[in-house]
């Protein structure tokens, strides 16, 4: 009788400990980042999701195919708004260090990129642009996601904006 039991105990034991070694898709959420409407970027975070009101780390790469990266003179942005497409705050600006040729892969880091106080749901968009070359400042690139809300919303691609917000997509 005995044996049953350190039988049984042995193999809940290794029950459990294949249990955890499997990762679980609902342990950990990665914030994907999506294109919006210009050349796509690859951008992660960190923290991930952001915590309001304290910095975030963001590194971006990817690889222009019709514009040079200039050192000093194109800009990178990043910017949260609302799901109407209100800033929550003034979106944070940042020079490239190093010039990239168009074709050739690059990679930007933004550290301690202020967070404001976030809602529930929100947006976050990643720009490059030239506005020196460009006054009105069309994007090279850039990312775009929606955190929060809820599963299944229905999202205005281009944007991450909610089609129900969006007059376009209103009934008449």
Known sequence: MIRN???VF???VATFSMINAVPHQLRKRETKFGPCG???LTVKIVPDPPVSEKPVTYTGSGTLKFNNIIAGKTIFAIGYGDTAGKLLSDPYYQNFTESYNAGEPFTFIAKNVPTPKLPKTYVIEVDIFDIIDNPKAPSYACASTTVGGTPGE????IA??????YPIAERS
């Open 5 to 7: 039991y350190i039988f």
């Open 10 to 12: 042995i193999l809940l």
């Open 38 to 40: 210009a050349e796509p």
């Open 154 to 157: 229905d999202v205005y691609p």
């Open 160 to 165: 991450g904006y909610p089609i129900a917000g």
